[in-house]
Each structure stands twice: as C-alpha cells, then as structure tokens.
Nanobody, 121 residues
Framework: QVQLVESGGGVVQAGGSLRLSCAVSGRTFSRYAMDWFRQAPGKEREFVAGIISAGSIKIYADSVKGRFTISRDNAKSTVYLQMNSLKPEDTAVYYC??????????????WGQGTQVTVSS
C-alpha cells in the first residue's frame, strides 16, 4: 500500500515563503512522476506542478511559474514544493499525488491527505 504524507503547511504573510514536503512509502518512488495540486475553498482542485521520475523535467501551472519550484530526492522518497513570493490567492489545501507512470500525465493513483497553506495580506 502506498502512503503519501505531506508536511510544511502553515500561515505566512504575503511575500513570504514555505516549503512543502511529501514523503512516500510503499512503492519504488524513483519509478514514478509526482505532482502537487491545490484546492481553495469553493474551487475545484487544480494542478500546481509536476516532476518526472528522473527529476529532469518539471511542469508548472502558469499561476505559479517563477515563484514555485518542485524537486525530488529519490534517495529519501520525498518530493518538495518550494513556494516563494506567496500571494493571498495561493491560500489552499495542497496535496501531493503519485503518477501511475514515470511521466507527468495527471494520471494519479495515490494522494496525500493535504496540508493547509494560508497566506495573509
């Protein structure tokens, strides 16, 4: 059974930074791409960023390009989301999700429980 556990959420002022982590257990982490999604109150869940299994290709939503960075440490089975220059509109529950292949296709088969990020103005 695959388990994903996010951490690192919290409350931060606009312009600040947070780093989210997602620890994955139960499968060979290095074989699969990983994604971050977010869901704000009253809105649908949206894709934020994805990284292929090898880590060499990263994909970002337009709304976070230049501010967020996704990375992974295959030795630690962990994926990260560094969030800089945070805006109030970044407030959401952030989820990490495992892809079912090595590529970012948004074909996710396992999800974490989510971590709350709140950006105050």
């Amino acid at each position: 059974q695959v388990q994903l556990v996010e951490s690192g959420g919290g409350v931060v002022q606009a312009g600040g930074s947070l780093r989210l982590s997602c620890a994955v257990s139960g499968r060979t982490f290095s074989r699969y791409a990983m994604d971050w999604f977010r869901q704000a109150p009253g809105k649908e869940r949206e894709f934020v960023a994805g990284i292929i299994s090898a880590g060499s290709i990263k994909i970002y939503a337009d709304s976070v390009k230049g501010r967020f960075t996704i990375s992974r440490d295959n030795a630690k089975s962990t994926v990260y989301l560094q969030m800089n220059s945070l805006k109030p509109e970044d407030t959401a529950v952030y989820y990490c999700a495992k892809e079912s292949t090595a590529w970012v296709r948004r074909e996710n088969d396992y999800w974490g429980q989510g971590t709350q990020v709140t950006v105050s103005s």
